[in-house]
C-alpha cells in the first residue's frame, strides 16, 4: 500500500465500515463523507452489492479513499480492485487469499489477532494488518501486547470499538486508523437517516478536537 494512502488514514484516524443492502444508496453516503471531511469507507463484501456500491461511490466521488471489506476469496479482491477500491480487508490471514493479492497487484490488509498471524504476514512482507475482532480478542490491553515484540507493524483495530473507547485504541502509537461501524449503520443506511450519520461524523470530528487540545 502507498505511504500516501497510509499518511491519509492516518490523518483521519477513523474508517467507517459500512454494510450497504442497496447500491444507491453508496451516491448519497459518499456525498456525507465528502462534504464532512470523512472522505474514506469501508464497504463490506457483506452483501451482494458491494461491488457495484464500491464502483458507484468511485465514480461519483474520486477523492474517497475506499477499500472493501470483509474479502475472503481471489475472486471478491477482483471485484474490489475493479470496482474502483484503493485495498482489500480481510476479516482473517487467508494464506491463498493474500498471496493472490501479493502476485495480483492488490493491495490487501490481513486480519490478525495473535503473534503467529503476525509473523506469517511479515513473512509476506506485510506491514499493516487488521486487529479483529479488536474487543472480542482481549481490546487495547491485548494490542498493546501484540505491538510490543512487532515495533515495525502497524494495525488497524476494528470490532466492538465506538466513541466510547476509540482513543484508548488511538493512543497506541502503531495505531493507524479504527474501524468503525457504529458510524453510518445498516439500519440508518436502509432508513435514509442522513441526519443521524452526519451526527456520528460530527462526535467523531469533536472527539478528536478535543482530544487534539
Known amino acids: 500500500m502507498t505511504q500516501s494512502i497510509v499518511d491519509t488514514l492516518s490523518s483521519l484516524k477513523v474508517i467507517p465500515v459500512i454494510q450497504i443492502n442497496r447500491a444507491e444508496d453508496a451516491i448519497w453516503l459518499g456525498e456525507i463523507l465528502t462534504q464532512n471531511q470523512l472522505p474514506v469507507a469501508e464497504i463490506t463484501f457483506r452483501t451482494p452489492v458491494a461491488a457495484k456500491a464500491i464502483k458507484l461511490m468511485h465514480e461519483h466521488f474520486p477523492e474517497l479513499i475506499l477499500c472493501a471489506g470483509t474479502v475472503l476469496t481471489a475472486q471478491q479482491a477482483d471485484m474490489a480492485k475493479e470496482a474502483g477500491a484503493s485495498f482489500v480487508i480481510s476479516p482473517g490471514y487467508n494464506p491463498n487469499?493474500?498471496?493472490?493479492?501479493?502476485?495480483?497487484?492488490?493491495?490487501?490488509?490481513?486480519?490478525?489477532?495473535?503473534?503467529?498471524?503476525?509473523?506469517?504476514?511479515?513473512?509476506?512482507?506485510?506491514?499493516?494488518?487488521?486487529?479483529?475482532?479488536?474487543?472480542?480478542?482481549?481490546?487495547?490491553?491485548?494490542?498493546?501486547?501484540?505491538a510490543a515484540p512487532y515495533a515495525q507493524v502497524q494495525f488497524m483495530p476494528t470490532g466492538g470499538i465506538s466513541l466510547n473507547n476509540v482513543n484508548d485504541y488511538l493512543a497506541i502509537p502503531q495505531?493507524?486508523?479504527?474501524?468503525?461501524?457504529?458510524?453510518?449503520?445498516?439500519?440508518?443506511?436502509?432508513?435514509?437517516?442522513?441526519?443521524?450519520?452526519?451526527?456520528?461524523?460530527?462526535?467523531?470530528?469533536?472527539?478528536?478536537?478535543?482530544?487534539?487540545?
Not at 498471524?117 to 494490542?143: C, N, W
Not at 495505531?175 to 468503525?180: F, I, R, Y
Not at 453510518?184 to 461524523?201: E, G, P, R, Y
Open 97 to 146: 487469499t493474500v498471496d493472490y493479492c501479493l502476485n495480483n497487484g492488490i493491495d490487501i490488509v490481513p486480519g490478525i489477532n495473535n503473534p503467529s498471524q503476525i509473523e506469517v504476514a511479515l513473512e509476506r512482507g506485510l506491514t499493516l494488518v487488521k486487529f479483529f475482532p479488536a474487543e472480542a480478542s482481549g481490546g487495547v490491553k491485548m494490542l498493546k501486547a501484540l
Open 175 to 213: 495505531v493507524v486508523a479504527c474501524g468503525g461501524s457504529w458510524i453510518a449503520t445498516t439500519k440508518a443506511i436502509d432508513k435514509q437517516d442522513k441526519q443521524t450519520i452526519v451526527n456520528q461524523i460530527q462526535s467523531i470530528h469533536s472527539l478528536l478536537n478535543i482530544n487534539k487540545g
